[in-house]
Each structure stands twice: as C-alpha cells, then as structure tokens.
C-alpha cells in the first residue's frame, strides 16, 4: 500500500501569512493527489483534486502542486476561515490513502 | 447534492453495525461510494469502495474479513456493515462520493455516523 506522510503535524501561523503544507508518496502517485479541510465537528471538504485542480466554490487563495512522490498546498494569504485541518490523499489503482494531518492554528 | 447517513449507534464487543447513505440531488448509479471512518481526535482512515453501477468492489486490507459495502439501487442506498466490532472501531464513520468505475477524489461527503463500542 501507497503510505502518505505529512508535515508539519502542526503549524502555527498569523492572518495573512502564506502557509505551506507538504505529502510525500512511498511511491509514484502520477498527480492522483487531493486536498481536504476538516473544521471540528464536520465532514471533510474537497479542496484540490488532481495535484492541481482547484473545487467549485473553494476560494483561490488555495493552490496544489507537485509531481511523482512530493506535493504541496500552499494557502496563499491565510484568513480566519482557514483555521482547520488539512489532509492529503492519494487515490490510484482503487487505493485511497491519506496523510495524518496537519492542524493550521493561530500564532 | 446531499449524502444522508444513518444515525448513532451504541454497539458491544463482538457486535455488528450497519451503517446507511443515502445520496440525493443526482442520480444514484452515477457514482461510486466510499466509506471512511475517523476514531476521535484522530485522522481520516479510508475503509473501502463500491461502484453503485456494477457492485464492483474494493476493500483496505485492514478490513478485509470483517467488512461488507453493499448498495440498494432500488431506494438508492448504500450500506457498510463491519462485524466482530471492537473498542477501537469506535468512530464516526462517513461515506463519500466518488467516481463509479475510476479512483478519484471525494467531492460530496454524508454527515458522518458515530459508532461507539462499549461493554
């Protein structure tokens, strides 16, 4: 099975900040990788699809990219809704995985 | 596009637990189901999918056994039911849209069901 790995676990950043969060695939994924916000409480929501794609109605503030095994969800300048958890997850040859998680908290 | 699942479950050791989704807003065989569980304060753990259009199947090996995905095209239903249930199966189990033949991400996702095994 394909692992996904995360980082940062955490991250503590301001209003207004430009926030990275990195995944990095055991194996070659071929852009098969999606991003999601989890608030507390609630149902993940797709963010980015496709490495790259950004959802219907997600603000464009959020951007993916990467390639093979390295990826990345940059928040371009971070706003108050932002505050959640974002997962990863590849999704190739009916095989989903996702990463542990990185909580984006207020500095 | 709206994804209704059951609701709470309290289970023993040992117990199964029958978990529904029920899509509306587009047509039912259109698109696949799968199903992820979250234990508290913990991360996402994907459990299997099922295409609604043929039946087809596939489930985490972790689960292997002890999960069966089934769909009802009549009331457009799909259902997870996990057997031999233990403490740490406690979760909040959701189901999400995706594709009906082909891997890809979840764009609609049901409310989430929490199950919560205890003696």
């Known amino acids: 099975d394909i692992q996904m790995t995360q980082s940062p676990s955490t991250l503590s950043a301001s209003i207004g900040d430009r926030v990275n969060i990195t995944c990095r695939a055991s194996q070659s994924i071929s852009g098969s990788l999606a991003w999601y916000q989890q608030k507390p409480g609630k149902a993940p929501n797709l963010l980015i699809y496709?490495?790259?794609w950004l959802e219907g109605g997600v603000p464009a503030r959020f951007s993916g990219s990467g390639s093979g095994t390295d990826f990345t969800l940059t928040i371009s300048s971070l706003q108050p809704d932002d505050f959640a958890t974002y997962y990863c997850?590849?999704?190739?040859?009916?095989?989903?995985?996702f990463g542990q998680g990185t909580k984006v908290e207020i500095k | 596009v709206h994804l209704l699942q059951s609701g709470a479950e309290v289970k023993k050791p040992g117990a199964s637990v029958k978990v529904s989704c029920t899509p509306s807003?587009?047509?039912?065989?259109?698109?696949?189901i799968s199903w992820v569980r979250q234990a508290p304060g913990q991360g996402l753990e994907w459990m299997g999918w099922?295409?609604?259009?043929?039946?087809?199947?596939k489930y985490a090996q972790r689960f292997q056994g002890r999960v069966t995905m089934t769909t009802d095209t009549s009331t457009g239903t799909a259902y997870m039911e996990l057997t031999s249930l233990r403490s740490d199966d406690t979760a909040v189990y959701y189901c999400?849209?995706?594709?009906?033949?082909?891997?890809?991400?979840?764009?609609?996702w049901g409310q989430g069901a929490l199950v919560v095994v205890s003696s």
């Open positions: 099922i295409s609604t259009y043929n039946s087809n199947k």
């Open positions: 999400a849209r995706g594709d009906v033949v082909e891997t890809a991400a979840f764009d609609y």
């Open positions: 496709k490495t790259s």
């Open positions: 807003g587009y047509m039912f065989t259109r698109y696949g």
């Open positions: 997850q590849q999704y190739n040859s009916y095989s989903w995985t």
